[in-house]
T-cell receptor, first 118, second 114 residues
């Protein structure tokens, strides 16, 4: 079974600075997808960024980028120019590829609570 | 695109009662997922549907839980003989397909069993 580990229960960053959230995962599969989801307080979860395991290039979405290290099974999220609206719980998630069969649900880590200091 | 909706948003019930939650996915999405999230944890996968077919159920889904998706549209999740350990946020998500397709989440139903 796949597992996802987020070792930072809470992170704090000054507004406009850069912060990196860590995520490691364990899998025996070679083809899969990784995601970062954001869950603001009392609001629904939204996708921040995704990475296909077969792609060597790290994904980027505006101020959000990832550092995907497949051999190390590491998938960190970097948020540049942090804004007050970035304050939320951030979850790293793993999903099997369709070719692997089996369950199609996401496997989530426990999350990192990101605090933005004004 | 009105997003994924869930009803009710909050439910308080007494131990031993049955409860039913509803999820309305984004209309063109053929896959629908149920997750459970307890305080301080990430969501845990429960089950998913492709159209009306329930394709996978997690070990977390005990015999007291049942989910349906008649006609491949909305879905219901029923919990029979609720226990205090069932207290959690129940999240529904939908997507166009498997793999890289984004799962869009609803606001969740918070269940409190007293």
């Amino acid at each position: 079974a796949q597992t996802v580990t987020q070792s930072q229960p809470e992170m704090s960053v000054q507004e406009a600075e850069t912060v990196t959230l860590s995520c490691t995962y364990d899998t025996s599969e070679s083809d899969y997808y990784l995601f970062w989801y954001k869950q603001p307080p009392s609001r629904q979860m939204i996708l921040v960024i995704r990475q296909e395991a077969y792609k060597q290039q790290n994904a980027t979405e505006n101020r959000f980028s990832v550092n995907f290290q497949k051999a190390a099974k590491s998938f960190s999220l970097k948020i540049s120019d942090s804004q007050l609206g970035d304050a939320a719980m951030y979850f790293c998630a793993y999903r099997r590829s369709l070719s692997g069969g089996g369950a199609d649900g996401l496997t989530f880590g426990k999350g990192t609570h990101l605090i933005i200091q004004p | 695109d009105t997003g994924v909706s869930q009803d009710p948003r909050h439910k308080i019930t007494k131990r031993g009662q049955n409860v039913t939650f509803r999820c309305d996915p984004i209309s063109e999405h053929n896959r629908l997922y149920w997750y459970r999230q307890t305080l301080g944890q990430g969501p845990e996968f429960l089950t998913y549907f492709q159209n009306e077919a329930q394709l996978e159920k997690s070990r977390l889904l005990s015999d007291r839980f049942s989910a349906e998706r008649p006609k491949g549209s909305f879905s219901t999740l029923e919990i029979q003989r609720t226990e205090q350990g069932d207290s959690a946020m129940y999240l529904c998500a939908s997507s166009r397909g498997a793999g890289p397709y984004e799962q869009y989440f609803g606001p969740g139903t918070r269940l409190t069993v007293t």
